[in-house]
Structure formats: C-alpha cells, structure tokens
C-alpha cells in the first residue's frame, strides 16, 4: 500500500505521499467508506452517532483541556476557521507565522556566506485562501503573491542549521525572542496580538524541527500579550512524529487551537479545529453560527475513525518511531560519503536531506536536488523537494513504508549522488 502502480502494472514507490496516511486503499478504510456510503450520506446538519463517537475518540488523543472540534472539509478551511476563532476571542487582527531561513540571496552570494545572514522567504504555509495566502510567505513572498497582509507579521524559521542561532541549547530561546520583539512593537503602536501560528515541525520550510524550548518560549510571550497559540498538525499529526501522536507534543506545550487534515481521512477530504472550551464558547457568543455542509458528515467521519483504528491497531506510530531512526541513521552514513549532503534531519516518517554544494559556505545544491528527483523517478521511486532554497529532499512516506522500502531508497539515492558527484567533480 505504499506503492502506486503504473498502467502497464509496474509498481512505484510512494516516498512522500502523507495523505494516503495508512497506505493507498487500505481494504479497512475503503470498507467503512463504502459501507457508510451505503447506509447513509447526509450532511452534517444531521445528529449521527458516527460523527460523535469519532469527536470523542479524536478528543482522547488531545490534552484535556482541548475538549471541542469543528469538523471541515480541508486544511485550508481549518486554518481559515482558527484565525476566525482566534480573532474573535481575543478582539485583535494582528498575527504572527513563520518565513523559512535561508541566506542572503543577492548582494552576500558572492562573499561565500549563504548561511550567515538572514533574508525573507517564502515557506510558512497554511492553505490557499486570500486570508492564508496574506498569512503564509510560501505564497505571499511569490512573484505575484502581494506579500503579507497588513495585519501579518513574519518572524524567522528556528533553522538551527542555516538559520542566525545554531546552539541547540540556546537556539530555542533566541528564536523565540523575534516572536517578543514583534509584540513589543504592536504595543508600542498601541496594538494587541490574536494570534502566532506555525507548524509544529515546519514541512515547506525544509523538514524543520525547532530546537529545544522554542515554542515553550514563544508560547509564553504570545499568552503574556494575550494571544492564542495555534499549532498546524495538517502535515504533521496522527502519530507521522513517531515519539508523539501530535508534533507538538514534541516540545511538551499546549495549544489554544489545532488544526488537523490531510491524513486524517487518507485521501478522503476531512479536516478539524480543535480547541478549548473558553475560545468555543467565546465563538458561540458572539451570535455568529458556523455551520459546514459536508464537514464532519458521516462518510467523512466513518473513513476517518477508519484512519485512527488502523494507526492504533497497526501500532503505526511505533512504527514510525522505529523506522524514522533507521531511515536517518541510514542517511547519515550517506552524509558521511556524499559531500553533496549537508544535513539530515527530522522526526519519525517525517524527513529532510539537504544538499549543499559546499559544507562551510553552505550554498544551496538546488540543481543537485532537482537531478536526484528526476532520477529517482526513473527508477520508480517518487520524491520532491522543498524549502525556501528547493535543495532539500523530503521524505514523508505512507506509514506502512518498510525497512526494506528504506533500504532500496537509500541504495538507489547512494548511487544517483555517486553519479552527480562524479559528473561535477565534486
């Protein structure tokens, strides 16, 4: 189920498919979809115990101080919801996401010194909406994107590797202090803060995952200006972390809103906000009912409790912990043959290689990374690439992927960065 089959019957190996959370059509999933399918498919403006019974089994997952959901149909409407919420709660405008960290594009590339400034980029995402696009620079820092909204501020990616601060045991604390400098210059403008939103492990902006006590820092600045907290768990949730079920678990804080998706129906379009009972009541007040025709109905709930009893029964995020070790610890021992490889990082099934072209300037191996996409495509192993500077190969798999599937990924990308390598003299 990891695999995707071309016409002729040729199977090809699905290395960044974390939709298809539990493989593609899984017999267990696709059951309970057709079943309920059968039975009944109304909307949501219908009481039926499918949708409760998954809202109360999902909450079990969540602290407890999470206690309510709204059920939609896409990442993008969940985050559009949580900043609703949010801005109704606090009666602010002002939000704080995150931009990638690279180096100075322009005027210091000639200095040999790519990973020594810090520059805007264009790899906090959060969905296609013109509220989204205003808050995420992966769209707005585009040719075309318009930039932020007026209300957005950007701060930089904790990138303890390309990024201004790279002592993990202080990093977490200096990244977060640019979250603090925002808020005190929306105070002195007589303003007040709604929101910070940020993945939990920044997907697009390279597989990132933020040094130890960033988001307990910046969490703390945020509630002291008396914002909410909103963690995007739509790339990253439903136990893909392996260490934990939810990525911010990882660093052992406690939203005030998550926001869930794409695995979370393996390809069948549902999606959540969770979040407490002071924000939903506060939502509830102010006269305005929300209300979503195919959000949470009971085909979409039926598949997604589908989804959770196969993770739990098929123990997938152990899993996920197990393999995620051996994939990276593999992929090291590349580092330690391939110059072309700067950095491997990530948790669980979620993982980034990135290439450089020179380990101390750091200078992005985008043409490199882009080669190694279209090769490993050749040989019927898909990958992509992602951050701020397209040199960085991501691997987020279906859960099911096996040691053996590693191990053929890691051979086949052995064997292409040999070739590279070679071919440039590197």
């Known amino acids: 189920m990891q695999y995707l089959y071309e016409e002729n019957g040729t199977p ?102 790519w990973a020594r400034r810090f520059c805007a980029s264009f790899r906090g995402y959060h969905g296609h909406s013109k509220l989204l696009v205003e808050v995420g620079s992966h769209k707005h820092d585009k040719p075309g994107g318009g930039g932020p909204g007026s209300f957005c501020h950007v701060v930089e990616c904790p990138d303890v590797y390309r990024g201004r601060f790279r002592d993990e045991d202080t990093a977490g604390v200096q990244y977060a202090s640019a979250v603090k400098e925002v808020i005190d210059e929306l105070q002195q403008k007589g303003k007040g803060l709604c929101a910070y939103l940020a993945e939990s492990v920044p997907s697009c902006g390279g597989q990132i995952v933020p040094p130890r006590g960033y988001f307990e820092n910046v969490y703390k600045h945020v509630r002291e200006a008396g914002g909410v907290c909103i963690a995007d768990e739509v790339q990253v949730g439903f136990g893909r972390v392996g260490s934990h079920f939810w990525g911010f678990e990882i660093q052992g804080v406690v939203p005030d809103i998550v926001t869930i998706g794409k695995p979370m129906g393996n390809g069948h379009p549902v999606a959540a906000v969770v979040t407490t009972e002071k924000i939903a009541q506060a939502f509830a007040s102010s006269g305005i009912s929300y209300f979503n025709t195919y959000g949470g109905n009971p085909v979409s709930a039926t598949i997604a409790q589908a989804v959770l009893d196969v993770i739990r029964r098929e123990d997938l995020q152990s899993h996920a912990l ?57 040989r019927r192993i898909l990958l992509s690439v992602e951050g701020p500077l397209e040199n960085v190969i991501k691997f987020k798999p279906p859960m099911c992927f096996s040691e053996e599937n590693a191990d053929k990924l890691v051979a086949t990308l052995d064997e292409i960065l040999s070739n590279i390598e070679g071919g440039v003299g590197v």
């Open 12 to 113: 090809v190996l699905d290395c960044i498919n974390n939709v298809c959370h539990v493989g593609h059509c899984h017999p267990e999933v696709v059951q309970a979809g057709q079943r309920q399918m059968g039975l009944l498919s109304t909307n949501n403006r219908y009481l039926h115990d499918a949708v409760l019974d998954y809202a109360e089994d999902l909450l079990s997952t969540f602290p407890s101080k999470l206690t309510r959901m709204f059920f939609v149909n896409s990442g993008t409407e969940a985050n559009e919801l949580a900043l609703w919420l949010a801005r109704i709660f606090t009666r602010q405008e002002d939000v704080i996401s995150l931009k990638g960290s690279v180096g100075e594009l322009i005027s210091e590339k000639m200095k040999g010194v």
């Open 322 to 378: 197990k393999l995620g070790k051996y994939l990276m610890g593999e992929l090291r021992k590349l580092k330690e043959k391939h110059p072309l490889v700067g950095d491997v990082r990530g948790a669980g099934l979620m993982v980034g290689v990135e290439l450089v072209t020179d380990r101390e300037t750091l200078e992005p191996a985008k043409k490199e990374a882009h080669e190694v996409i279209s090769e490993m495509k050749s």
